[in-house]
C-alpha cells in the first residue's frame, strides 16, 4: 500500500514500523525512490519523498503541510503517529521487502542457500530483528539454524492476549498416513510457491479428544520448519464492549507478520458452536472477522484448527477457499497400537527389555490403556497409549533400582 500511495503522489501517508532505522532503506528497496528527513525550515523540493518520525505530543499544521505538499507534488511520510487522523492516508505498517532481508542474511552468512533457508525462522522480522535475532542465536548456539531462529523469537516474543508461540519440538509423535501424505504433496507450495491459489491455506482436524490434534500441529510446524502459533479466541475475549473484537484483529495482524508460519486455532467448537448462546454478539462478530480473514488474507500463514465435533460447527468456518481439507482424526486400531507403543518404548534407550519383556509390556498398556468410547473394532487415543506406557516404564524403573 505505501509504494502504491508514494506512486500516486499523496501528499501525507501515515505509516507505522518497528524498525525506524532502516526505513530510508525499506522505502527505497518498495518504491525505488530515495527519501529525506523533512526539516520544516527548509522548502520541499518537487517530486521528492520526505520522512517525518512523530513524536508524542508534537502538534503539526497538517491542513496547512497537505497544501504545501499537493502544491508541490511531493509526499510527506509521517512514521508511527500517535493517532492517525484527516488529512493524512493510512497506509498501514511498512513491509519489509523479502530480497532486502534476504540480502541482509547474505552478509551474515556467505551461503547464499543457507541465507535463504534461513529466512524461514525470520519471517515477518525487520531488518533490525533479524540482526538481533541473529546475534542472540549466535551468541547461545555458536551457530545460525532456523530451528536455533526460532527458539530465539519464541523466548523473545512479546505476550499477547489469546496469542502465544508454541515449542513445536515433541518427544514422540506418531502421525496418520493421512497426515503424511498432506505434507508431502504441499510442503513446496507452502515454502516456496509463488502462485497464491496453490499456496495451502489450512487443514482442519476432526475427532476424539487424545488422538493427536494438537500435536498433529506442533509435527506439521515442525515439518515445515517454521513457527508455530496458539490464537486462543476466547482468551482475546473481554467484558469491555468493542475491546474484543479490536483484540481479535491485531491478534489476526500479528501473526500475519510472523509469516511463514503454522497458526493453530484450539477446539474452535468451544468458541464457535452452532448451539452456542451469543447474547451479546461479540462471538458473532469475532467469527465474522474470522472468517474474513480466513478467506481473504494473503500471508503464508497455514491454519490448523482442531475440534473434537466439526459437527457443531458452522460450516462457513471450514469451507473450501478457508480450509484445503478435513482430516479425521479416530485413534488407533489394535495393530497400529501395538505398533505405536513399540516404537514409543524404543524413545527410551536405558530401558534394556528381553524381546519377551517388550511384547507383555505392550500387552499390559493395550490392557491397561482407556479406549475410545463407542469405537468398533476399538480404538485407542495416543494420548491414552502414551501416558500408560509411561506408567509401566516407571514401575519397571522403580524394580531395578
Known sequence: ???????????????????????????????????????????????KVYTHISVPKQELPLLE???????????????????????????????????LLSKFMSQVVEDSKKA???????????????AEFARLTMARDASLTVDGLMETRRSS?????????VDSKQSFYDPPDAL????????????????????????????????????????????????????DIGGTKSKW????????????????????????FDEVEKVFSTTGNDASGTTTTMLSQLLWWLAERRSRVLVVMTTNNAKALPRELYREGRVDEVLWMNGLDLEKSRAFVERLVLTFPT??????????????????????????????????????????????SNKGA
Open 157 to 165: 516474543f512479546m505476550g499477547a492476549n489469546g496469542l502465544t508461540p
Open 1 to 47: 500500500m505505501l509504494s502504491m500511495a508514494i506512486k500516486a503522489q499523496l501528499p501525507i501517508i501515515a505509516v507505522s514500523t518497528r524498525d525506524v532505522m532502516n526505513l530510508h532503506e525499506v522505502v527505497h528497496e518498495l518504491t525505488k525512490r530515495t527519501p529525506v528527513a523533512w526539516n520544516p525550515k527548509v522548502p520541499v523540493d518537487t517530486g
Open 351 to 396: 530401558l534394556k527389555l528381553s524381546s519377551d519383556s517388550k511384547t507383555a509390556l505392550v500387552d499390559s498398556v493395550l490392557k491397561d490403556a482407556t479406549v475410545i468410547p463407542n469405537t468398533k473394532p476399538v480404538m485407542w487415543a495416543q494420548s491414552a497409549l502414551t501416558k500408560a506406557t509411561y506408567t509401566k516404564i516407571k514401575k519397571i
Open 241 to 264: 464492549v468493542g475491546e474484543s473484537e479490536a483484540q481479535m484483529l491485531t491478534n489476526l495482524a500479528r501473526v500475519d507478520h510472523e509469516a511463514p508460519a503454522v497458526a493453530l
Open 65 to 99: 503541510l497537505y497544501a504545501t505538499f499537493v502544491k508541490a507534488e511531493c509526499t510527506l511520510i509521517i512514521v508511527n503517529p500517535t493517532q492517525v487522523k484527516e488529512p493524512m492516508f493510512n497506509a498501514g505498517e511498512v513491509p519489509v521487502p523479502r530480497k
Open 116 to 130: 535463504e533457508t534461513l529466512l524461514r525462522g525470520l519471517g515477518g522480522c525487520t531488518i533490525k530483528e533479524a
Open 180 to 231: 503424511v501424505g498432506w505434507v508431502k504433496r504441499e510442503r513446496q507450495f507452502f515454502l516456496t510457491g509463488t502462485d497464491p491459489r496453490l499456496i495451502p491455506r489450512g487443514l482442519l482436524f476432526d475427532g476424539p479428544p487424545g488422538t493427536g490434534k494438537t500435536s498433529g500441529a506442533k509435527w506439521l510446524a515442525e515439518q515445515l520448519g517454521v513457527p508455530l502459533y496458539r490464537m
